[in-house]
């Protein structure tokens, strides 16, 4: 746990804040780098990926703040973004939403500007676990001490606090917590698998969509199928072993999958119409050489006028020198 990075001035740069940081500026420069390359405005979606991370980071602290109406402490508490204060799957959701109801205003195809985010979202997912775990929050359930990958945290972290209010049974130490799971660690390292996977899928793509649908189907199963068993706040049971977290994660992989062969269906019946990497009226330049076509078209025919003109003109004169031949014969 090291939730301080460093210090400037007197100002403590908190290591959660800093690495939402990172990663909301990698994820524009990437994102953005790949637009490009799929020859989308990337000026336009540079404005829209302010939008859906904006409105995904305020809409995943308002779920939490509902959920946890005792931390609310005025319009301030919207924009604080601390450790273990997010709603991941509904700010996720928002920032979707948001995303295509833009593109869908600037008439570019939804599905080819998610291929190019879906990659640096995955990275961000990364670097928020990495910060979640220096900051002690969403951690681990108890695990034997024997484990080999338990983790302790000192006795001024959450997991401390926690821990001496809820394991009455066991005996603490005095200077740091019982061992814990790093769940933030199973899920940093799963999304940054995820994050290789994604470009390869992005370099052998068949449709526009399929970076985008992995994405959110591993996301699913890394912070429901991977990571909530192993912590301590573990989503509720429903029946049995199974939790809401289970539920979840298969309701959305379901989704994806089936959202999947019905891209692979219209793609076997128009391809033009999934395969949106190549460019299209949304191109930056696209209309421009429409435009020159047309002129150098306009021209030619005006060129091809001309010499038919000259053609006749040059005929009438041969006319009128036979004539002339004519009378002087006679």
């Known amino acids: 746990m090291h939730p301080v990075l460093f210090s400037l001035g007197e100002t403590p740069i908190h290591a959660y804040g800093f690495l939402i940081a990172v990663a909301l500026i990698l994820g524009w420069i990437l994102s953005l780098a790949f637009a490009r390359a799929d020859k989308l405005p990337a000026d336009q979606l540079g404005t829209g990926y302010v939008f859906a991370v904006g409105a995904g980071l305020l809409a995943g602290r308002a779920m939490w703040l509902f959920s946890n109406r005792e931390q609310y402490e005025g319009a301030l508490s919207l924009i604080q973004l601390q450790a273990g204060g997010l709603s991941g799957f509904g700010g996720v959701?928002?920032?979707l939403i948001v995303a295509g109801v833009y593109c869908q205003n600037k008439k570019i195809p939804p599905w080819a500007w998610l291929d190019c985010a879906a990659p640096a979202f995955l990275l961000g997912v990364v670097?928020?676990?990495l910060g979640a775990f220096l900051a002690g929050a969403d951690f681990g359930a108890y695990v034997d001490p024997d484990f080999f990958l338990a983790v302790q945290f000192p006795a001024d972290s959450p997991v401390y606090d926690v821990q001496r209010r809820q394991l009455t049974g066991l005996r603490m130490a005095l200077d740091r917590s019982l061992p814990v799971h790093p769940s933030q660690l199973y899920a940093a390292a799963a999304a940054a698998v995820g994050v290789g996977l994604s470009l390869v899928i992005r370099a052998r793509r068949q449709y526009s969509g399929q970076v985008a649908l992995f994405a959110m189907g591993f996301y699913a199963a890394v912070r429901y199928l991977i990571e909530d068993p192993f912590r301590y706040d573990v989503t509720p049971e429903l029946?049995?072993?199974?939790?809401l977290g289970h539920l979840t994660g298969v309701v959305v992989i379901g989704v994806v999958i089936g959202v999947h062969f019905t891209?692979?269906?219209k793609l076997a019946e128009a391809p033009a119409s999934v395969v949106q990497w190549t460019g299209g009226p949304w191109t930056p330049g696209a209309e421009e050489p429409a435009k020159s076509g047309k002129k150098k078209k306009k021209s030619g025919k005006k060129k091809s006028g001309a010499k038919k003109?000259?053609?006749k003109k040059s005929a009438a004169k041969s006319a009128d020198a036979k004539k002339t031949d004519a009378k002087k014969t006679d």
């Open 263 to 265: 891209r692979r269906t």
């Open 309 to 311: 003109s000259g053609a």
């Open 239 to 243: 029946a049995g072993p199974i939790t």
């Open 93 to 95: 959701l928002t920032g």
């Open 127 to 129: 670097l928020e676990r």
